[in-house]
């Protein structure tokens, strides 16, 4: 690892290049024809250990890797850390559905990889057919990433299917239903690309008397529940993989699980999630919008909505929704974002009351907790 460090905000010019690193000779060959077939995409090597890896990419460095976390000679976190220090690159994590997998590939995420993607283990006929897009969608995604923004918060398409808009799955909210004012107060939370390490610098600095949180990280199933129990750990709040009934109370925070949609409820004077199965909206499961529809629906004026970092327009029309529903709405700013496509829709919708760096968002949820106490 001997490489002079450089730094750059990774602007790809051409094809993305890729490089494989994964133990397993069949699967690296499944992920290099899968992304091979994209012609914006060109797989410039693979590797079975982060030694060989190394070795090719000093050679040509790759926009982009895609990495196992469980190898011989050397394991997928500890090249990462290396990769992070040395030369900055993004890395999409290829890991299992297991439980062992979710939890190292939330310590990999943890140390500055980019995105995470379910590793086919068999029925490769299958994964070809039906999740051929999600490799192919993060890779571009990774490759559209400043990896300085990555650096400073550690340190504080192909086959898709149809897309779904949030207006094809809910009706949108009679704007004469929304919740008049109470103080009992929530806070919603939509991100993506990045928000693993965004959502832990606000989540980190938030105190037992923040009102109750829901929040929507488009990310796999079972990796929810490893990046919970990851941030209640290390967070003062309570933070919990969102189980169907769950209260939404002060001090909590509700991840969505991956593979369902989250709605709030309101029963009586109390907020609860609904956990349920359905569509992709966005080509998301969960989506954000689907989560901000329903807290305009259920809880309108009582709830402060905030958008982050992620890439695509997941959560625009369902922040719209909020604000128009008398909700206070936030953005992350362009500047701390590591891909500033969600915000970015939210803006152009009109969604937006307070544009705010990353930084700033956890304070601000602490004034609006205080001016409704």
């Given at each position: 690892m001997g490489q002079t460090c450089r730094e750059s905000n990774h602007t790809v010019t051409g094809k993305i290049k890729v490089m494989l690193v994964d133990d397993s000779a069949v699967v690296?060959?499944?992920?290099?024809?899968?992304?091979?077939?994209?012609?914006?995409?060109?797989?410039?090597?693979?590797?079975?250990?982060?030694?060989?890896?190394?070795?090719?990419?000093?050679?040509?460095?790759?926009?982009?890797?895609?990495?196992?976390?469980?190898?011989?000679?050397?394991?997928?976190?500890?090249?990462?850390?290396?990769?992070?220090?040395?030369?900055?690159?993004?890395?999409?994590?290829?890991?299992?559905?297991?439980?062992?997998?979710?939890?190292?590939?939330?310590?990999?995420?943890?140390?500055?990889?980019?995105?995470?993607?379910?590793?086919?283990?068999?029925?490769?006929?299958?994964?070809?057919?039906?999740?051929?897009?999600?490799?192919?969608?993060?890779?571009?995604?990774?490759?559209?990433i400043d990896m300085r923004r990555i650096k400073a918060m550690s340190m504080a398409s192909l086959n898709t299917p149809p897309k779904l808009t949030i207006n094809q799955v809910m009706p949108a909210t009679d704007k004469a239903a929304a919740m008049v004012v109470t103080t009992n107060k929530l806070v919603a939370i939509g991100t993506s690309t990045g928000g693993t390490q965004a959502l832990e610098v606000v989540l980190r600095n938030l105190g037992r008397t923040t009102p109750g949180i829901v929040i929507v990280q488009h990310m796999p199933e079972k990796f929810t529940a490893a990046f919970a129990e990851?941030?209640?750990?290390?967070?003062?709040?309570?933070?919990?993989?969102?189980?169907?009934?769950?209260?939404?109370?002060?001090?909590?925070?509700?991840?969505?699980?991956?593979?369902?949609?989250?709605?709030?409820?309101?029963?009586?004077?109390?907020?609860?999630?609904?956990?349920?199965?359905?569509?992709?909206?966005?080509?998301?499961?969960?989506?954000?919008?689907?989560?901000?529809?329903?807290?305009?629906?259920?809880?309108g004026a009582n709830a402060l909505g905030i958008i982050m970092t992620g890439m695509g327009d997941d959560g625009a029309l369902g922040m719209l929704d909020m604000h128009n529903a008398g909700a206070e709405t936030i953005a992350q700013d362009e500047k701390s974002c590591v891909v500033y496509g969600m915000p970015r829709e939210a803006v152009k919708h009109g969604a937006v009351d307070t544009i705010v760096p990353l930084t700033e968002i956890a304070t601000l949820i602490g004034q609006y907790a205080r001016r409704h106490s």
């Open positions: 690296r060959q499944v992920l290099a024809a899968v992304l091979s077939k994209d012609a914006e995409i060109e797989v410039i090597g693979s590797a079975p250990d982060p030694i060989f890896a190394m070795d090719k990419m000093n050679q040509s460095w790759p926009d982009v890797v895609v990495l196992d976390v469980e190898m011989p000679r050397m394991d997928g976190i500890t090249f990462l850390k290396k990769l992070m220090s040395v030369r900055p690159t993004p890395v999409v994590i290829c890991s299992t559905l297991t439980e062992k997998g979710a939890a190292t590939s939330m310590q990999a995420m943890a140390a500055g990889a980019v995105g995470i993607v379910t590793k086919p283990k068999s029925g490769l006929k299958g994964f070809l057919e039906q999740d051929e897009g999600d490799i192919v969608q993060a890779v571009k995604s990774a490759a559209q990851r941030l209640n750990k290390i967070c003062e709040i309570e933070v919990l993989e969102a189980k169907n009934g769950d209260r939404v109370i002060d001090g909590r925070a509700l991840v969505a699980p991956g593979g369902k949609h989250m709605q709030l409820k309101r029963s009586g004077a109390q907020y609860h999630v609904e956990i349920t199965d359905g569509p992709p909206v966005n080509r998301h499961k969960p989506s954000v919008d689907v989560l901000f529809r329903s807290v305009a629906r259920s809880a």
